[in-house]
C-alpha cells in the first residue's frame, strides 16, 4: 500500500527524458553517462509500470491499467512490450477494433522513428486479434487469458534490444 502510492506518485511526476533538452556538445563523456542514466531510468519506470498495470489487471481495474500503459508510451512511446500489452488488454475486453487500431500507431510510430516494421511477437499478437475479432466472440479460457498462448511476456524489452544492437556497432567502429 505505501510502495502502491510511492510507485504512482514516481510515475505522475516524470515529465519526460532525463535532463531532456540539455547537452554538452564538446564532452563526448557526458553525452555517454546521459544515455546510461536515461536507459537506466526508463528501465525502472519499465519496472513501475509493469507493477501498476499487473495489480490493476488482478483487482479488475482496466481503465487504470490502461491509463498507466498510455503514461508509460507518453514517456516511451517506442516501448513495443507496452504496446503489445495495451493491445492484448483492450482484445481481451472485446474492444478488438481499438487493438488494432493501437497496433497501427505503434507501427507508425516505429517506421516514422527507427524505420523498422514491429516485431514477430507485436505481429502474433495483431494476427491473433484479426482472428478472435472475425469471430466475435471471446472463448472462455479458464485457465488463462485469451491469448496466453503467444510468446510474450511484459519482461521483453525490445527498446533495449534496439539500444544493444546500436552500442555493438559501435565497438565495431573502435
Not at 25 to 42: A, V
Not at 113 to 134: C, F, H, M, N, T
Request: proline share 6%; aromatic share 6%; with cysteine.
Amino acid at each position: 500500500p505505501e510502495c502502491l502510492a510511492g510507485m504512482q506518485g514516481a510515475l505522475r511526476e516524470i515529465r519526460g527524458s532525463f535532463m531532456e533538452g540539455f547537452s554538452l556538445p564538446d564532452c563526448e563523456e557526458f553525452g555517454i553517462w546521459i544515455t546510461g542514466m536515461r536507459e537506466e531510468l526508463l528501465v525502472r519506470v519499465r519496472w513501475i509500470v509493469n507493477r501498476l498495470v499487473r495489480l490493476n489487471e488482478k483487482r479488475g481495474d482496466v481503465p487504470e491499467a490502461l491509463r498507466l500503459l498510455d503514461r508509460a508510451l507518453a514517456i516511451d512511446p517506442l516501448d513495443e512490450a507496452c504496446h503489445g500489452r495495451k493491445m492484448l488488454l483492450l482484445a481481451e475486453n472485446g474492444n478488438f477494433q481499438v487493438a488494432l487500431h493501437q497496433y497501427e500507431i505503434y507501427r507508425k510510430i516505429l517506421r516514422e522513428q527507427v524505420g523498422k516494421e514491429p516485431d514477430p511477437e507485436i505481429e502474433a499478437i495483431r494476427e491473433k486479434i484479426l482472428a478472435s475479432s472475425e469471430k466475435r466472440a471471446l472463448p472462455l479460457i479458464p485457465h488463462g487469458p485469451l491469448f496466453a498462448d503467444l510468446a510474450f511476456s511484459p519482461e521483453w524489452r525490445p527498446a533495449t534490444t534496439l539500444s544493444l544492437e546500436f552500442a555493438s556497432e559501435d565497438e565495431e567502429e573502435s
